[in-house]
């Protein structure tokens, strides 16, 4: 078996790999964590003191359960929805080459990821709204989940995939005239 020398931009690439998976992993326990503490907070109303990092959602429980159900859903859903995001990033990396970067797979998967990181958007302002809401039932606020410049990063991302996609497009053409 040969030994090749990674470039420098292979090497980005495998950091970012794990990373990806890093970030993937956290994610899942994170909604893990958050979903075993409601299990228990069910059975316990004091485990909603300290949900998950501190997360005190005792108030919110004490004054309505189906209220305090819907903030728990948003926060497990986006975890879950990210892990999503950073899977479609670990199968993009796991199938890119450099030696041939501009396909029809790389350029569909850049715009899944795209099209669910704004998915992940949506449901965030769709909690950010729901929080800013319980705060004037409740008095308390819970926090903002994400601001709105993540629409930028989202648009960035779909950008890039209609690159990758005329790129494609281009190659293929190229491959045709010889």
């Given at each position: 078996m040969?030994?090749?020398?990674?470039?420098?931009?292979?090497?980005?690439l495998t950091?970012?790999?794990?990373?990806?998976?890093?970030?993937?992993?956290?994610?899942?326990?994170e909604?893990g964590?958050?979903l075993?503490?409601y299990?228990i907070?069910l059975?316990?109303p004091e485990a909603?003191k300290d949900?998950?990092?501190g997360l005190?959602?005792y108030?919110?429980?004490q004054?309505?359960?189906w209220?305090?159900?819907l903030?728990?859903?948003?926060?497990?859903?986006?975890?879950i929805m990210?892990?999503?995001?950073s899977f479609?990033?670990i199968?993009?990396?796991?199938?890119?080459?450099?030696?041939?970067?501009?396909t029809?797979e790389?350029?569909g998967?850049?715009?899944?990821?795209?099209?669910?990181?704004f998915?992940?958007?949506i449901?965030t302002?769709?909690?950010?709204a729901?929080?800013g809401w319980?705060?004037?039932v409740?008095?308390?606020l819970?926090?903002?989940?994400?601001?709105?410049?993540?629409?930028?990063m989202?648009?960035?991302?779909?950008?890039?995939?209609k690159?990758?996609?005329?790129?494609?497009?281009?190659?293929?053409e190229?491959d045709l005239?010889?």
């Amino acid at each position: 078996m040969e030994f090749k020398a990674q470039t420098k931009t292979q090497q980005v690439l495998t950091v970012m790999l794990i990373l990806a998976w890093v970030v993937f992993i956290g994610y899942m326990i994170e909604a893990g964590a958050i979903l075993v503490s409601y299990g228990i907070s069910l059975v316990n109303p004091e485990a909603s003191k300290d949900l998950y990092r501190g997360l005190n959602l005792y108030n919110l429980r004490q004054f309505d359960f189906w209220y305090y159900s819907l903030a728990i859903s948003f926060l497990v859903a986006l975890s879950i929805m990210k892990a999503g995001v950073s899977f479609l990033v670990i199968r993009i990396l796991s199938k890119f080459s450099l030696q041939n970067p501009f396909t029809a797979e790389v350029a569909g998967k850049l715009e899944k990821i795209s099209y669910a990181a704004f998915a992940v958007w949506i449901v965030t302002m769709l909690s950010n709204a729901y929080t800013g809401w319980l705060m004037k039932v409740t008095g308390e606020l819970h926090g903002n989940w994400l601001s709105g410049e993540f629409i930028f990063m989202v648009g960035l991302i779909f950008i890039i995939s209609k690159v990758f996609r005329r790129g494609v497009e281009i190659q293929s053409e190229n491959d045709l005239t010889i």
